[in-house]
């Protein structure tokens, strides 16, 4: 748990430094899913409490459903964004094998993962109602260690980083929106059917 944790504080205050890091360790799938697995459940976890603790008595609220459509609704989300996580991982590796890089299938996922961070973290503030605002400072801190690991892990120069990074964040961003409107749908379509 020490170790997620200082991967977590290096990350994000000392972030060019901790790519290198990460490109030098050996790292597997297991180990970045790892991470992005326990990462992943912040999010949802804190949308519950959030729900439970801030939502109580507000006609049409969330407590308006029971607790396992509740449940349910944030297990979906959980699933979704660990599959966010490696369909950007894909893109960032198919986008990085068009350039001579050291890009892999991993090392996408890798870059994946650890530029999700700061978005996972802002998910913490789904517990506060009307924060929400709070998730687009997370969205650009997120595109900024996206580049740095382009940089550090695929070793591209950094006018070449910056067209990957933004091609890797618009075509993820495009996919990854339509992805979520039909997580929407199916959540308010299960919601709706079964636990009304």
Sequence with gaps: MKT????????LIHPRDEWLAIRDEPATHR??????AILAAIPPVAAMAGSLLF??????????????SLMMTNVIWYGMYILNVVITGMIIA??????????????????????????????????MPYLEWTIYPAVLYGLYLLYLGITRLAEIPKTKAAWFTLSSFSAAAIILGIMN?????????????VFS
Excluded: H, M, Q, W
Aim: glycine share 6%.
């Design 4 to 11: 997620l944790l200082n991967r977590i504080y290096n990350i």
């Design 31 to 36: 180990d970045i899913s790892k991470y992005a």
């Design 55 to 68: 939502n109580r008595n507000i006609r049409g609220s969330a407590l308006a459903f029971s607790f396992s």
């Design 94 to 127: 198919a986008i990085l094998s068009t350039a001579d890089s050291r890009g892999s299938c991993l090392r996408g996922f890798t870059i994946a993962a650890y530029s999700f961070t700061p978005l996972s973290l802002a998910g913490c503030i789904a517990v």
């Design 181 to 193: 409107l039909f997580e929407y749908l199916l959540e308010s379509f299960l919601v709706g059917k």
